[in-house]
Structures are given as structure tokens and as C-alpha cells.
């Protein structure tokens, strides 16, 4: 049962054209959300995170939107640079329980910037 | 300051052979993780240490074992390797469990023959 789905395993753009990776979840009890980037043998690396008492974040370039309604958030890279191109992941977490600080991934969407 | 290291960066192990893989962090991380990933399943997690002397199972344990053998080091065990367990694996460390940003190893590429 894929909590966090990202379901397009890649995306081609062009540099300097605006970049957006969806993420969808199922489950309502996350609350936490974060964005990761990973380069080939390499190991994830934190990019961005909106709390669920938001919907919306921006660092720079990147910005993080989350409808709670739909159970959906998207990643808008602008503008988009060959720098970029890595896998995305998304993560969730909820703030109760036993799922405190523990984080679900998505699969996954390779990102392509093509000069 | 290293961060998250992780040792080693390949190993390739026969079926039923057992293996440790090790991680560090130097960053006074609280919480550890061991995450596995495979193609199209992202990254799913096989135990956690929320502080040291803590362990407990994530979404996958079945075939692992862990120690947290002081605040900076937290080892995975595989006793009986099978080929379902080749896979990259990262460590991540995090200050406190309330802190969702995770850190992680550059991660160990393990093949199960």
C-alpha cells in the first residue's frame, strides 16, 4: 500500500522553463511534508518542507504547494537550470504516535534539464 | 565535519552469507535511520533509533537486525542474506525526532547473488 505516490517516474524540461513535480497521499494523519533531491551515488539531501498549516512554501527557486483537500503537493522549480536534473523524491510524516519523525517516501520522478 | 558516512560503499555477498553494514554521524544527531531503495519503490524504512539505547522497526525489518552502539554509530546486520535484500541502503541521522529533515550517507550498494 503506496501511501505516497509520485506517479510520473520523469519529467523533461528546458532550461529556464518552470519545473512541476506532483506528489499525491492517501493517508490523513500526515501532516509533514518534504521535498528531497538525489544525484547519482549520492545520498538524498533536504530541498524543501511545508507543514500542513500552510499551502505554501518558497526557498529561492523552489517553491512547495499543498492542497490538504485533494491530498496533493507540488514541487515548481523556477526557472529551471541543467543543475536540477537528479531524482526527486517526496516525504511525508505525521507529527502523532508512532509515526513521529519517521518519514514514507514516493517513488521517485527523475527530472531532466536540458540546456 | 564528515556528516553521515557509511561503510562499505559496495559489497556483493553470496546467499546465506551475513554482513554489517556500518554509519556514523559526527553531527550529535540524536534520532538515526536505515532506509532501503529499490527501482520504482523509493526509499522504505527498516529500522530507526530515536535516541541512543532506543531501536525499533520501520516498514521493512524482516531479515535485518540493528545496534545503536553509542549516539554517533548505528549498524545494520544482515545475518542470512538473500537475493530480496540486494538493494542501495542509506543511513540518516536527524537532531531530534521532532526534526523531519534527515541527513543522509552517500549509502552502501549491496548484490545478494
Known amino acids: 500500500d503506496q501511501q505516497v505516490k509520485q506517479n510520473s517516474p520523469s519529467l523533461s524540461v528546458q532550461e529556464g522553463r518552470i519545473s512541476i513535480l506532483n506528489c499525491d497521499y492517501t493517508?490523513?494523519?500526515?501532516?509533514?511534508f518534504l521535498w528531497y533531491k538525489k544525484y547519482p551515488a549520492e545520498g538524498p539531501t533536504f530541498l524543501i518542507s511545508?507543514?500542513?498549516?500552510?499551502d505554501k512554501n518558497e526557498d529561492g527557486r523552489f517553491t512547495v504547494f499543498l492542497n490538504k483537500s485533494a491530498k496533493h503537493l507540488s514541487l515548481h522549480i523556477v526557472p529551471s537550470q541543467p543543475g536540477d536534473s537528479a531524482v526527486y523524491f517526496c516525504a511525508a510524516s505525521g507529527t502523532g504516535g508512532t509515526s513521529y519523525g519517521k518519514l514514507t517516501f514516493g517513488q521517485g520522478t527523475i527530472l531532466t534539464v536540458h540546456p | 565535519n564528515a556528516g553521515v558516512t557509511q561503510t562499505p560503499k559496495f559489497q556483493v555477498l553470496k546467499t546465506g552469507q551475513s554482513m554489517t553494514l556500518q554509519c556514523a554521524q559526527d553531527?550529535?544527531?540524536?534520532?538515526m535511520y536505515w532506509y532501503r531503495q529499490d527501482p520504482g519503490m523509493g526509499l522504505r524504512l527498516i529500522y530507526y533509533?530515536?535516541?541512543?539505547?532506543?531501536?525499533d522497526k520501520g516498514e521493512v525489518p524482516n531479515g535485518y537486525n540493528v545496534s545503536r552502539l553509542n549516539k554517533r554509530e548505528f549498524s545494520l546486520r544482515l545475518e542470512s542474506a538473500a537475493p530480496s535484500q540486494t538493494s542501495v541502503y542509506f543511513c540518516?541521522?536527524?537532531?531530534?525526532?521532532?526534526?523531519?529533515?534527515?541527513?543522509f550517507g552517500p549509502g552502501t550498494r549491496l548484490t545478494v547473488t
Open positions: 540518516a541521522s536527524t537532531s531530534t525526532q521532532s526534526s523531519y529533515e534527515q541527513y
Open positions: 533509533s530515536a535516541s541512543e539505547g532506543t531501536t
Open positions: 511545508i507543514s500542513s498549516i500552510k
Open positions: 553531527m550529535n544527531h540524536n534520532s
Open positions: 493517508n490523513s494523519m500526515f501532516d509533514y
